[in-house]
């Protein structure tokens, strides 16, 4: 593994999922072997019913949760005790609700607590900030409390906080939810500006297909289907066996998505 | 910095005292505090010195007297039990008004009310020249416990949060055609207070759980610090020191 870290010609994937099964201390099972590879630079949209195990697969990317069977790498690095500092840095997760993402009192403090507790201090930190914030285009709330932007300015500044880390890959839950379509598009296209891997976890169809060129689908702890999202969704059988509904008059067929995502 | 919160008690300004390091500040009201309540309560005119002084920091500051005197009503509610004390008192009498009065109960009375009135002023002063989001930074260096400053800073940060899910349940009660209008509807208001509690916490787990996913370990990284310079620091001493020669004058005269 070491040998491919150190090679750029085999630049190894941002995630490699492989035979990932998990069950709750409960005894509740919610992954019964999943495999997932994400290559550097991929947009995947991750779809699937409620309760289909997406938050638990979620949860075991950064060492949250530990596999009771499998194992899940990010960039070549084992996600293991050992090294979760790491793996935390490397994986950005953006979660669903921006007021239990920002608890800091300022969005500057906010963006500046990953790379902060990372050991970064002084002019280093304040230009990490200012970088993180500039590429979401909330540069000048820096110092506003959260509570006072809107919701989606605050889904901005949840995915900065994410940034700041310099994340080898970014997990967003639910990014569209309670977005309204101006604040979803301002948040696709900074998505989409982003040079970075993009794991995309979300019932919002339109948008997968909109912002990601491949989806996987988990339904009942496993992945049922992986390929292009167009191709999927247009998949009537697929869509109704795992209880994925498009929005009322939208035709996936009639959508062109363009193949080299616009910068 | 974060004009939120401050709102309701900072008061915006570019004085000599909002400028002091907020550490400074806070560590001056305290041994202020600790000089006011250790003077003998029969320096009567000790009293007026330290008021005199507070008056000049409000002054410095450029905050009017009337908003002071106005935030010190929140001393109400204590200055209560004071007034009480001369009629519950033990001792010697005395007579006034038409009433029999216990002369020691005068003396606690004037002393809790000194003391306390002082006190609660030296505060406001604090409160209304420093942002919130300072004191915290100024407790935090004063090496107060980091999980206290964590607590508190979580307080800023989600009070607003928990008042506004509070109001949403209070408005998703009334839409039901709920009024609370007597004892037999406290139960409701009891369980209205439990769902939110357990909402509450739930939302901690899921800010905890944000928290680990950027690296938090347990202590918080220092992002802002805030320092001092010698002669800060001598300005902020002025006020205590000055206090604690009227204390010691208080002690000798007889």
């Known amino acids: 593994m070491d040998a491919a870290v150190t090679d750029p010609a085999t630049t190894p994937p941002s995630l490699e999922v492989s035979g990932l099964a998990y069950a709750y201390p409960d005894g509740h099972q919610a992954l019964f072997g999943v495999d997932l590879t994400v290559a550097r630079g991929e947009r995947v949209a991750l779809l699937g019913p409620n309760g289909a195990g997406k938050t638990t697969l979620v949860l075991h990317l950064n060492g949250i949760l530990t596999a009771g069977a499998g194992t899940v790498t990010v960039a070549g690095l084992p996600v293991a005790k050992a090294h979760l500092a790491e793996i935390r840095r490397r994986v950005g997760i953006v979660f669903q609700d921006p007021d239990d993402q920002l608890f800091m009192p300022t969005v500057r403090e906010d963006v500046a607590f990953g790379p902060a507790a990372a050991g970064l201090r002084g002019a280093e930190l304040e230009e990490r900030v200012r970088r993180a914030l500039e590429r979401v285009g909330m540069a000048e709330f820096a110092d506003r409390p959260p509570h006072h932007l809107s919701f989606g300015q605050r889904r901005r500044v949840a995915v900065a906080t994410v940034l700041a880390m310099e994340p080898e890959i970014l997990v967003l839950d639910e990014p569209s939810s309670n977005l309204d379509p101006a604040s979803r598009r301002e948040l696709a296209d900074i998505l989409r500006s982003l040079e970075v891997t993009v794991l995309m976890v979300t019932h919002d169809l339109p948008y997968a297909l909109e912002l990601c060129p491949r989806a996987v689908v988990l339904s009942g702890g496993v992945i049922a289907a992986d390929g292009g999202t167009q191709e999927l969704l247009c998949d009537e059988e697929l869509m109704r066996e795992h209880r994925l509904e498009l929005p009322f008059g939208f035709d996936p067929r009639s959508v062109r998505v363009p193949v080299f995502p616009a910068r | ?254």
């Open chain 2, 1 to 254: 910095m974060g004009a939120g919160h401050a709102h309701k008690l900072y008061r915006e300004g570019r004085s000599p005292v909002h400028a002091l390091p907020p550490h400074c500040k806070i560590a001056a009201v305290f041994c202020f505090v600790l000089v006011v309540v250790s003077t003998p309560r029969e320096a009567v005119w000790a009293f007026g010195a330290y008021a005199a002084l507070l008056a000049g920091v409000a002054a410095a500051a450029r905050i009017p007297a009337g908003y002071v005197l106005r935030r010190l009503l929140i001393e109400v509610p204590f200055v209560a039990f004071a007034v009480l004390m001369p009629f519950v008192a033990e001792g010697p009498r005395v007579e006034a008004l038409g009433m029999s009065l216990s002369a020691s109960g005068l003396w606690s009375a004037w002393n809790i009310l000194a003391k306390g009135t002082l006190g609660v002023a030296a505060s406001v002063l604090l409160a209304s020249t420093t942002e919130l989001r300072a004191l915290l930074l100024g407790l935090q260096r004063l090496r107060m416990p980091s999980l206290l400053v964590q607590i508190a800073s979580f307080m800023i940060r989600y009070g607003d949060v928990i008042s506004d899910e509070m109001r949403r349940m209070r408005i998703a009660r009334q839409s039901r055609g709920f009024e609370a209008r007597g004892v037999r509807h406290w139960g409701v208001l009891a369980s209205s207070a439990g769902a939110l509690f357990i909402r509450s916490y739930e939302r901690g787990e899921r800010v905890h759980l944000a928290m680990v996913s950027r690296g938090y370990t347990g202590t918080m990284p220092v992002i802002d610090d805030v320092t001092a310079s010698r002669t800060q620091w001598a300005h902020a001493a002025a006020l205590p020191l000055t206090a604690l020669a009227v204390c010691l004058t208080g002690w000798m005269l007889p």
